[in-house]
């Protein structure tokens, strides 16, 4: 039974869970990502288990300073990267604010990428030097995203095909001096040839740790389940899980 057969009879909407295992091989590496269907259902504000409590930090503000849950700062503006590498940008301060900055960005790439090579170049600039297989791990996630999409696993992406993923708000965990959780909210935007795009929410973390001058992505060892995090941007209901909103780029 082919993919392409597959596709005909499940509609884009059945892979979009699917597609989450696999953007960056996560029974491989153990990476979470959690990416839920819009709308899921009628908002109802209670703080489910992952989320922070009162007193817990959520962010920080412009000036790094960390903020406690409740607080409402004003859009987090991220720093860019003092260079590129590979069309990465790389090069961020060691703070809080750096890596939340980096993680936006490596998390953007590697999200939005259907191309194998493109994923190779990408962990090759982003990975942690502890992490000796990053790079062969993390080609593997187009190629398991384009199979659970129904697309060729091999050449040329198709044209009308792609991912993209935005980020639009942030929290911070296990704060340390050099590490540091990132967890993002952002809409993960789907398009197959021939169909109209969709656009889903979905919890994306990364964990950062500061190595060789700058933040790099570590090879995951997560295991909390982020899921009950999903939250329309912007609402009550994701203020209400703590949730820190990006200001846009």
């Known amino acids: 039974m082919s993919n392409t057969f597959l596709q005909r009879r499940r509609p884009v909407l059945f892979y979009v869970r699917l597609i989450v295992l696999g953007l960056v091989t996560f029974v491989a590496v153990g990476l979470v990502v959690q990416t839920a269907l819009m709308p899921k259902h009628p ?33 987090l503006q991220l720093l860019p990267g003092t260079r590129m590498v590979h069309e990465v940008s790389v090069g961020y301060p060691h703070s809080m604010l750096g890596a939340v900055s980096a993680a936006v960005q490596y998390w953007g790439q590697i999200a939005s990428t259907l191309d194998p090579v493109r994923a190779s170049q990408i962990g090759s600039v982003v990975a942690d030097p502890a992490w000796p297989n990053a790079v062969a791990e993390l080609s593997e996630g187009p190629i398991n995203s384009r199979e659970r999409l129904g697309l060729p696993t091999s050449g040329p992406v198709p044209d009308g095909a792609s991912m993209l993923l935005t980020p639009v708000a942030y929290q911070i965990r296990q704060i340390r001096t050099d590490s540091v959780t990132v967890l993002l909210l952002g809409y993960l935007q789907i398009t197959l040839p021939d169909q109209e795009s969709k ?18 992505m570590p090879a995951p ?6 899921s009950g995090l999903e939250a329309m941007p912007g609402s009550e209901e994701a203020a209400a899980m703590g949730w820190q909103p990006l200001a846009s780029r």
């Open 43 to 75: 908002p109802n504000y209670r703080v489910p288990a992952a989320a922070v409590g009162p007193g817990s930090v959520t962010g920080i503000d412009q000036n790094g300073k960390l903020i406690d849950f409740g607080e409402h700062p004003p859009p």
């Open 221 to 226: 060892t997560l295991s909390a389940d982020y």
């Open 199 to 216: 656009n889903r929410i979905g919890v994306f973390p990364l964990q950062m740790h500061w190595a060789a001058g700058d933040w790099k």
